[in-house]
T-cell receptor
Framework: DQQVKQNSPSLSVQEGRISILNCDYT??????FLWYKKYPAEGPTFLIS?????DKNEDGRFTVFLNKSAKHLSLHIVPSQPGDSAVYFC????????????FGGGTRLMVKP | DAGVTQSPTHLIKTRGQQVTLRCSPK?????VSWYQQALGQGPQFIFQ???????QRGNFPDRFSGHQFPNYSSELNVNALLLGDSALYLC?????????????FGNGTRLTVT
């Protein structure tokens, strides 16, 4: 049973445009959500997080939106840059339950120059 | 400042054998978690160690065991290897006092079971 799903395995975007990556979850106990970026031959690196008490969190070009009623979150990257090309993982956890993350399957983002 | 380091980077084992993977956490971190990432999938939580004890465990069989040493480094042991154990094994560290400090991942150990 996949509790966190990223339904788009890949996404291609032109440089300078917006990239929108989506993630759905089924476990209503999840109240803390994170996005990680992964380049080939490297481990995932933390990008941005959001608590369920918020519906939006911004960090520079990256914004995460959370829709609790729909159990859906999205990551917006504006403007997209070729260096953003990587695999993006959505992850969820229960806050204060010890950082045990449940990951989605990932979305490969390709930003074309 | 060294990040999370894992060794070896690649490993090939035969079905039925045993393997040990090693991890040194980022400086200042005292909690180590292990994840398994099968090809084309997201990482899956195996277990977490804090103060030399297993604090949480995911849905993995007892063939998967671990250890944390007083210097916070950690080992992952897998016994009676199966072909399905072939995966990238990721170690992640975090500051134990803050349950939700973001995980810092190593580059992983690629295990191939033949």
């Amino acid at each position: 049973d996949q509790q966190v799903k990223q339904n788009s395995p890949s996404l291609s975007v032109q440089e300078g445009r917006i990239s929108i990556l989506n993630c759905d979850y089924t476990n209503s106990m999840f109240d803390y959500f994170l996005w990680y970026k992964k380049y080939p031959a490297e481990g995932p690196t933390f990008l941005i997080s959001i608590s369920s008490i918020k519906d939006k969190n911004e960090d520079g070009r990256f914004t995460v939106f959370l829709n609790k009623s729909a159990k859906h979150l999205s990551l917006h990257i504006v403007p997209s840059q070729p260096g953003d090309s990587a695999v993006y993982f959505c992850a969820a956890s229960v806050y204060n339950a010890g950082n045990m993350l449940t990951f989605g399957g990932g979305t490969r983002l390709m930003v074309k120059p | 400042d060294a990040g999370v380091t894992q060794s070896p980077t690649h490993l090939i084992k035969t079905r039925g054998q045993q393997v040990t993977l090693r991890c040194s956490p980022k400086s200042g971190h005292d909690t180590v978690s292990w994840y398994q990432q099968a090809l084309g999938q997201g990482p899956q939580f195996i277990f977490q160690y804090y103060e030399e004890e297993e604090r949480q465990r995911g849905n993995f069989p007892d063939r998967f065991s671990g250890h944390q040493f007083p210097n916070y480094s950690s080992e992952l042991n897998v016994n009676a290897l199966l072909l399905g154990d072939s995966a990238l094994y990721l170690c992640a560290s975090s500051g134990g006092s803050s349950y939700n400090s973001p995980l810092h991942f190593g580059n992983g150990t690629r295990l191939t079971v033949t």
